[in-house]
């Protein structure tokens, strides 16, 4: 299989039609893929969608390392750079679009704090928990051990219970508006629900979650990113995405 990187530019040329100012490379199943996907569509901004399989092992190529160092999903093209690592891409996002940063500089301390809690203590439990079902759904070649797999659980759970009690007296994390970093946890408690947790004994977690998914744009993992690449384009709040068509060329 020959896998060349297609640039944003030549994509652009051959979709003459379509040009995106931002192209989005990652997988419906990844969790912080989702999380910059979703702030890209509650912000209102089209994006091409390029999918990587990790199944293909597309990450490892030279044309993606080329692009990210890390040998990661996502990597956000914005123009002529790239971005890595989600919660730097999804700061990176409100920055340039002036959307859901915060209104003052505490508040967005508040949110980067609640960002670098995010990488470190939610996403990670939650990702190997959604790993465990991939591997027992034999979409990927994982077996965990039961006992890994309750510690992770486990985990997940006391990370929940933390968003559940800071969410006792305020409608969103950083205050009354909705942030990234809201945006951010919100992509993992996404995925603990496909992994079957028990949402509903976390009342104020509940209560937030339905304040999330009705902010204009919303959509749920699967129902945004699809296992293939795509434009995604918004006229007004209705979306319209357009498959790329399988060139052999475009591998992503
Ligand atoms: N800290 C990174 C984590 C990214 C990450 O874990 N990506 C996974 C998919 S969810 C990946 O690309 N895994 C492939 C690998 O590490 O080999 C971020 O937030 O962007």
Known sequence: M???LETNSQTCRKESAVITRFTLYGSPHSLPTYKVALMLRLAGEPFSFRYVSFQKGVHKTPEFLALSRWGQVPVLVDGERVYLQSAAIVEHLAKTLGRFQGSDPATRQAVREWLYWGVDVLFPPIFHCYAVQLGQ???LP???EPTIADYHHHRAE???SVL???LSDRNYLCGLEPTIA???CYGDVAFAELCAFDLHRWTNMVRW????TALAGFKAPFALLAMESRFLIFHGLSAHSF???ATGKVAF
């Open 2 to 4: 020959k896998i060349t």
């Open 137 to 139: 759904r034999k979409l």
């Open 142 to 144: 994982i077996n965990v």
């Open 158 to 160: 006391m990370a929940l």
């Open 164 to 166: 559940e009690s800071k």
């Open 182 to 184: 809201d945006i951010f």
């Open 209 to 212: 979650s339905e304040r999330v």
């Open 243 to 245: 498959a790329e068509k």
